[in-house]
């Protein structure tokens, strides 16, 4: 007899048949999980960005992938965190991280714990970024940019009071336009929450009615000490304050966002102190300049004139018209004289006149006469005082007596001598019969000092 053919699935008889382990989906997939992560708890994959998303939970997916292969990619929240640029689709980038599986869909992935852009540093890629973005809104629009106040009153500053850029703007305000206030915004310029810091101490001074023009900056250093100022928080407070805004950010060679957005750009601290104050010095040479155009042009006419005064002297025509002038002054200062002399005259007799009217005034001054009735009005008045003063106490006294005879007759002075006054229990009328209670009925009884709640227990 021809033995049958074995099934892929059958099982085969007698005492070697070998032990078989079924495992479920779960349980594999577990196992490839712990393989993978055990052999490559930290990878280092170059590639290229697709599909970058970030999700409402604050992790980011992607795909790393070159020509021949792809790799799917999870960074959370706590990692994307502390990213300094966005992966964006097409940038390769080097990825740092571990191996996993994503059981679910059973897919192998990389848990990214650090990405690197590729030739590029990450805080070029993140400046290159927010420079394109804040482009796309206008705030870097040269329409935008607003023109420095003519003579600032008040100068606000935003910066640390530790560095040393604060001791240069005042030195030089002090120097060139010693009358300006300064209104200072104290603030930290590097680390982890110095953009925030800066952004509210912007809004801050643009929130104040007599800040005319608002510097902001700090002293150099590294593009990380300085990236603050690289912030979009930082950039948008610039671009919203009410006031012109100068950005001095570290050295001449240093560029950051902050000085793209303002209004202008000064290289260094002190230089945006000789910026706000540069519209002053020009007036004041300006002015300079005008007062003395102005003296030269008036000594010019000056000269002209005498030059043509004397040349009308040297003609026949006139000749003495000066000893005639004379004359006239003189026969001017006599008759200022005699009318000045007259006016005293005038002056005195109106004088005369006045002290005669000022006497017979005072002859019938009526103030004489109030006098006297001022003195009969006080002698009433303390008379009025005494009389009210006396009525007042024989009214208080007949106050007192019956305040006394009421409060012998009040039924709050009976029930404070140990008398009580008994009421139905809802309280709305006095029992003064045993027999308009039952027994078992509840009654409210009015002590001195309280009230009781009782129950007739009987009744005689």
């Known amino acids: 007899m021809t033995p049958s053919p074995s099934l892929p699935f059958d099982e085969p008889t007698g005492r070697d048949r070998p032990r078989r382990t079924v495992l479920s989906v779960t349980e594999l997939t577990a196992r490839v999980r712990m393989l993978l992560e ?6 280092w994959v170059e590639g290229e960005i697709a599909n970058s998303r970030l999700w409402k939970t604050g992790h980011r997916y992607f795909t790393l992938r070159d020509d021949r292969a792809q790799l799917k990619g999870v960074m959370f929240r706590s990692a994307a965190r502390s990213l300094r640029f966005a992966p964006e689709d097409g940038l390769r980038v080097v990825a740092r991280g571990r191996l996993s599986v994503y059981e679910p869909k059973g897919e192998y992935q990389i848990v990214c714990e650090h990405l690197q852009p590729q030739g590029v540093g990450a805080l070029q890629i993140a ?9 796309e809104e206008g705030l870097l629009d040269p329409a935008r940019k ?10 606000g500053v935003v910066t640390s009071l530790d560095g040393a850029a604060i001791r240069d703007v005042l030195q030089v305000l002090a120097r060139r336009h010693p009358t300006a206030r300064v209104l200072i915004a104290p603030t930290r310029v590097q680390g982890e929450g110095a953009a925030g810091q800066i952004a509210g101490a912007l809004e801050r001074l643009g929130a104040q009615p007599d800040v005319d023009v608002v510097i902001v900056g700090r002293g150099g250093g590294s593009i990380e000490d300085l990236w603050a100022f690289n912030e979009a928080a930082v950039a948008r407070a610039i671009a919203a304050c009410p006031v012109p805004v100068i950005s001095a950010v570290g050295h001449e060679t240093d560029v950051t966002i ?5 209004d202008h750009r000064a290289p260094t601290p002190s230089a945006a102190a000789e910026l706000v104050v540069a519209h002053r010095t020009e007036l004041r040479d300006r002015v300079g300049r005008l007062a003395s155009g102005l003296r030269a042009a008036l000594r010019g006419r000056l000269g002209r004139q005498r030059t043509r005064v004397l040349e009308l002297d040297r003609r026949p025509g006139l000749a003495g018209w000066s000893a005639g002038l004379a004359s006239r002054a003189r026969h001017a200062a006599e008759l200022t004289h005699a009318l000045e002399g007259a006016g005293r005259a005038l002056l005195s007799r109106r004088d005369r006149r006045l002290r005669v009217a000022h006497a017979a005034l005072e002859a019938r001054d009526p103030g004489r006469r109030l006098e ?20 007042r106490q024989r009214s208080r006294a007949r106050l007192s007596d019956a305040t006394g005879r009421l409060e012998a007759l009040s039924p709050v002075g009976v029930l404070a001598r140990g008398y009580a006054v008994c009421w139905n229990a809802d309280h709305t009328a006095v029992i003064r019969n045993a027999a308009a209670v039952s027994v078992g009925e509840g009654v409210s009884i009015t002590l001195g000092r309280g009230r009781l709640q009782a129950r007739v227990t009987g009744k005689d």
């Open 38 to 43: 055990s052999a490559h708890p930290e990878v």
């Open 127 to 135: 400046f290159d970024q927010l420079r394109r973005r804040l482009e």
């Open 146 to 155: 607003r023109r420095l106040p003519l003579l600032p009153r008040v100068i």
């Open 258 to 262: 902050s000085d793209l957005v303002a």
């Open 372 to 391: 006297a009735r001022r003195t009969r009005l006080v002698a009433a008045r303390t008379g009025l005082h005494a009389a009210w003063a006396e009525r």
